[in-house]
């Protein structure tokens, strides 16, 4: 059944728990994370950004969204729609029939400007008030997803600031985070704590100076009461970039985000996960395999099965280290 964030968010801080808040764009991909939550017997958030509505069709992602509620009566499924540049685009997604919706006023309307702390405030309150009136929960965000080694927003193709961002932006600030929620009624704070978009995060296995995980537990303490969102928090696997670049794929050397330090960040208030980059390396390295294996093959059904099981068996690892499996 569709249910709004809000009220699996409260489920997962009574019970201690995080759910992972997977990207999704096409029919594989859902199919691979209501496998993996109908294995686990958990509930699942499926989300779609701005490029994902582009990729397939506002009506071909409603369907595919209806249709595995329907498959899946008992799984309690959010609908949500990652980082909204504006107000207006928040309304067409209630209108399409998401549960929740994030209003990104960290940067401007060009999603790649930061904003003033006022703006971010004026826009995220505005879309609290017309989001909570038909039932649908809030996603805020404070401050700028970057990476504290080189201050950039990371993602090469263009999801986050753009340009240089200075260490402040890219950490938030607990006095701020709570002044922001008293003044926007968010449901779900999205923070930056030195993580970012997309499989180039780190160049080496963070530490604390590049992934500051005690700003969680500060700003958990100023609003105990207020969910948070770890976006950009891909592990990375190097298995599977090793798949990859096995069989003919180019990929740097990169880390992501170690699921300990993601369960750490549960211990404290986290209870939004954001994954999209893992799946995408489960897909492209299960797909390059199958296509290197059997070069006589061109049923991309083929393709297609190895890839949803290998993003299956990702979201399902997620759903047990968060401690999501059996929640449903
Ligand atoms: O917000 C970032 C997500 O990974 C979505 O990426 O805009 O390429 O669909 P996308
Ligand atoms: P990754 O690129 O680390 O998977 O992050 C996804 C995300 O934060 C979507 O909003
Ligand atoms: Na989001
Ligand atoms: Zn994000």
Request: charged residues 20%; hydrophobic residues 40%.
């Amino acid at each position: 059944a569709l249910i709004a964030l809000r009220q699996l968010l409260d489920h997962a801080a009574e019970n201690h728990y995080g759910v992972p808040a997977f990207n999704v764009n096409n029919l594989e991909q859902i199919q691979a994370i209501m496998q993996a939550a109908d294995a686990s017997n958990a509930p699942v958030i499926l989300q779609a950004s701005a490029g994902a509505r582009k990729y397939a069709g506002e009506p071909f992602l409603r369907k595919m969204v209806e249709a595995a509620i329907e498959m899946y009566p008992h799984i309690p499924i959010v609908m949500h729609q990652d980082h909204g540049a504006t107000p207006a685009v928040c309304q067409q997604s209630i209108r399409s029939g998401f549960s929740s919706v994030m209003m990104d006023g960290s940067l401007m309307e060009d999603a790649k400007t930061p904003a003033s702390y006022e703006y971010n405030v004026a826009v995220t309150r505005e879309v609290v008030k017309f989001s909570h009136a038909v039932g649908v929960s809030v996603e805020g965000e404070l401050g700028c997803l970057g990476s504290l080694e080189t201050g950039e927003a990371g993602e090469e193709d263009g999801v986050g600031a753009e340009g240089q961002l200075t260490h402040d932006q890219m950490l938030t600030d607990p006095r701020q985070a709570k002044d922001f929620v008293a003044q926007t009624g968010v449901d779900a704070l999205a923070i930056a704590i030195g993580t970012s978009h997309g499989a180039y995060k780190f160049t080496r296995p963070p530490t604390g100076d590049i992934l500051a995980m005690d700003r969680i537990v500060a700003i958990h303490r100023a609003i105990p009461n207020t969910h948070l969102v770890m976006h950009g928090s891909s592990s990375v696997p190097q298995e599977w970039l090793a798949i990859i670049r096995e069989h003919g794929g180019e990929i740097k050397e990169t880390y992501g985000v170690p699921v300990e330090e993601i369960v750490r960040g549960i211990q404290s208030g986290v209870r939004k996960v954001n994954i999209d980059t893992d799946i995408r390396l489960a897909m492209t390295g299960a797909m390059r395999r199958t296509m290197a294996k059997n070069p006589g093959e061109f049923d991309p059904r083929k393709f297609f099965k190895d890839a949803t099981l290998a993003a299956k068996d990702i979201c399902q690892a997620r759903f047990q280290a968060f401690g999501c499996a059996g929640m449903a």
